[in-house]
């Protein structure tokens, strides 16, 4: 079982910034990636970016406007999103990733309570 605390959230006007971290803790951590899932009232919960053993990756509605940095030996992820938009309101999850590949940010398996982000104006 993993555990996480994740900080970060908040509310902003469309096109401003946030930064949500996260901290992991548990037994087989290095048996996963790291990363970030969301859920907005009434939609599915969906990845939103992971780091991987060859890179990071997004999901397309957010690439070039989110970055991922993290500490594998310390289980740290940081999620960068700049240039927010309404529809990038949800809570956000840390999570653990079986898979993190180009095209695989579904494969997540565990992730925390969540932190809110609102993008309003």
């Known amino acids: 079982q993993v555990q996480f605390v994740e900080s970060g959230g908040g509310s902003v006007q469309p096109g401003g910034s946030l930064t949500l971290s996260c901290v992991a803790s548990?037994?087989?951590?290095?048996?996963?990636?790291l990363g970030w899932v969301r859920q907005s009232p009434g939609k599915e919960r969906e990845g939103v970016s992971c780091?991987?053993?060859?890179?990071?990756y997004f999901r397309h509605s957010v690439r070039g406007r989110f970055t991922i940095s993290g500490d594998k030996a310390k289980n740290t992820v940081t999620l960068q999103m700049n240039s927010l938009k309404p529809e990038d309101s949800a809570v956000y999850h840390c999570a653990t990733f079986l898979v993190c590949r180009s095209g695989g940010l579904t494969e997540y398996d565990q992730w925390g309570q969540g932190t809110q982000v609102i993008v309003s104006s």
């Open positions: 780091i991987g053993d060859r890179g990071t």
């Open positions: 548990g037994s087989d951590l290095e048996h996963y990636y």
